[in-house]
């Protein structure tokens, strides 16, 4: 069973950038499609990038053109660069394969 473990989130002000990682354990993920989501307090979790087997990869509308995901095979990472982060941003990151979650990683961003 594949576990997984999200760093590289905090405090950030309005137009500043973060890098979250996402590293998975107990078996390969590159035969999967990986994803990020988000929850901000009191809303749903909602989805926010996801790259396929292919390398190819797609965004929600609210974060195209500044988030950008991308993996790492060999070393069983997954990457999302957050660039010109708004205020909305601010939510709790998850790192998701198939049906296995990791713990989170709050991004926080202040106006």
């Known amino acids: 069973q594949v576990r997984l473990v999200e760093s590289g989130g905090g405090l950030v002000q309005a137009g500043g950038s973060l890098r979250l990682s996402c590293a998975a354990s107990?078996?390969?993920?590159?035969?999967?499609?990986m994803r990020w989501y988000r929850q901000a307090p009191g809303k749903q979790r909602e989805f926010v990038a996801g790259?396929?087997?292919?390398?190819?990869?797609y965004y929600a509308d609210s974060v195209k053109g500044r988030f950008t995901m991308s993996r790492d095979n060999a070393k069983n990472t997954v990457y999302l660069q957050m660039n010109s982060l708004k205020p909305e941003d601010t939510a709790i990151y998850y790192c998701n394969e198939l049906t296995t979650w990791g713990q989170g990683t709050q991004v926080s961003v202040s106006s």
């Open positions: 790259i396929r087997l292919s390398g190819s990869t």
């Open positions: 107990g078996r390969t993920f590159s035969n999967y499609d």
